[in-house]
Each structure stands twice: as structure tokens, then as C-alpha cells.
């Protein structure tokens, strides 16, 4: 197993990096569809294959680019879920699809670049690539 570099990682949008990123981190949350009945003898029976819905949730905190990020946070609504999203992580895998930026905070500290942090939600299927493949 290879070591990676956390600040390897970027946020895309489209093809154009917009933002990168000194920590992140993302969880995958899964809600099964329960299929249980009188025959299943008290115990709770899921079914398989199948979930009633599924959600990826990402934190990143990093230097951001051009301001593209705070910009779409402090514009209007509409702008708040972006399609073509990508999150470049350092082995090289990508994680994209289309997310809502749920929380944004951004700071100055006097002897360090502007840092941003953000949490994303997705909207509909996600998509991982693989690194090399």
C-alpha cells in the first residue's frame, strides 16, 4: 500500500481545478429497504441489492482559486448544487457527480493565504474513477 500526499487532492468543476484542498475527508451513508414480515421471526430482513436511498456526503478545507467557491456560496440559491463536480484525491482517484455545497466558511489568517471549507451533498448518482483505470 502506497502513502499519500493530503494536499494532492483538488476540487474541479467541469475541467478547470477551482479550489485545492489541505484536508478532506467523505462518507458514503446507505438506508437499506426493510423487507421484513410475520415470517421473519422477529428478526429484521433487508433486501438485498437494493437501498431506498443512498447520499455521499464531503468535507474539504484547502486554498481556494479565484474565489470560485465563495462565489457560488454567496450567490443565489440555484448556484448552491453544482453538476460536474470533481473531487481529486491523492492516489488519483475522482469522485464526481453533481453535489450541493451545504456549508461554506472562509478565513483570513494574517500570514497564511485565504482557506476556505466547505461540505458537499450529493444529488442524484455519483461516480468514482478509479486511478489508472
Known amino acids: 500500500m502506497t502513502a499519500t500526499a493530503g494536499q494532492d487532492a483538488t476540487i474541479s468543476i467541469g ?3 477551482v479550489a485545492g484542498v489541505r ?8 438506508t437499506p ?21 443512498a447520499v455521499l456526503t464531503f468535507n474539504a478545507e484547502g486554498v481556494e482559486k479565484d474565489q ?3 462565489d457560488l456560496a ?6 448552491w448544487t453544482i ?10 482517484d ?16 494574517y500570514k497564511e493565504a485565504t482557506t476556505f471549507s ?5 444529488s442524484g448518482q455519483w461516480t468514482l474513477t478509479q486511478a489508472g483505470g
Open 23 to 30: 484536508v478532506s475527508g467523505f462518507t458514503r451513508n446507505a
Open 74 to 79: 454567496l450567490g443565489p440559491v440555484s448556484g
Open 33 to 53: 429497504i426493510d423487507i421484513s414480515d410475520k415470517g421473519s421471526a422477529g428478526y429484521q430482513e433487508l433486501m438485498a441489492g437494493k437501498v431506498s436511498s
Open 94 to 109: 475522482k469522485i464526481s457527480g453533481t453535489f450541493f455545497m451545504g456549508e461554506y466558511t472562509e478565513g483570513d489568517d
Open 83 to 92: 453538476e460536474n463536480l470533481t473531487l481529486d484525491l491523492a492516489n488519483g
Open 15 to 17: 475541467a478547470t481545478p
Open 118 to 122: 466547505a461540505t458537499f451533498q450529493s
Open 68 to 70: 470560485v467557491l465563495r
